[in-house]
């Protein structure tokens, strides 16, 4: 059974669903690093796209939930290939540079599908993981991890405090791993 799009877009609904929502007006959202979210619902902030975003704060020691979910989730099934704290390999990019200007759509789409670049002097092949659960279910939390890496708003180590986890969190990823 292929699950790929259908828990993409279920977790796009639980994550950005209906919910808490304070709107960014007097700086209670600030973050450090250059992207600052528009929006908090559910314990996940966005940007003024809807893309989700970090919120780091604490000269980069505090950062909110699901960058903390992402960091966990990223050293469980991608470090294997793309190194330690998205760097790259030798057979694998770096992802800290890869996300430069990527948003989530794209990355999403690459994660969900796969991609293949074939040259005469390398093959690379990024495996699709639409059927991993223990990848989808946590894709947007993986790209805020590597946003707040790409925009140098986090360092290569562990962050060391967090949010609380939202109730949200949890609801969703009870659903998503059914």
């Not at 020691?61 to 099934?77: E, L």
């Not at 040259?119 to 946590?138: H, K, T, W």
């Not at 986090?154 to 060391?160: E, H, Q």
């Not at 939202?166 to 969703?172: D, G, L, M, V, Y």
């Amino acid at each position: 059974m292929r699950h790929g799009i259908g828990i993409f877009a279920a977790l796009a609904a639980c994550a950005l669903g209906a919910g808490t929502t304070l709107a960014a007006t007097n700086g209670d959202l600030k973050s450090e690093g250059p992207t600052q979210p528009a929006k908090l619902q559910d314990g996940q902030y966005t940007d003024k796209n809807g893309d989700p975003t970090y919120h780091v704060t604490n000269g980069g020691k505090t950062v909110d939930w699901y960058t903390m979910s992402g960091y966990v989730r990223y050293n469980s099934n991608c470090i294997v290939c793309h190194g330690p704290d998205g760097m790259g390999s030798t057979y694998a990019p770096s992802l800290v540079d890869a996300l430069k200007g990527m948003d989530y759509a794209h990355f999403a789409g690459v994660v969900v599908g796969g991609k293949k670049d074939v040259n005469a002097s390398q093959e690379l092949v990024m495996p699709a993981f639409g059927d991993n659960r223990n990848v989808m279910c946590y894709l947007p939390d993986i790209y805020t991890y590597l946003r707040a890496r790409s925009d140098g708003a986090l360092g290569r180590n562990r962050p060391s405090d967090h949010e609380p986890k939202p109730a949200a969190f949890t609801k969703a990823e009870d659903a998503c791993m059914k």
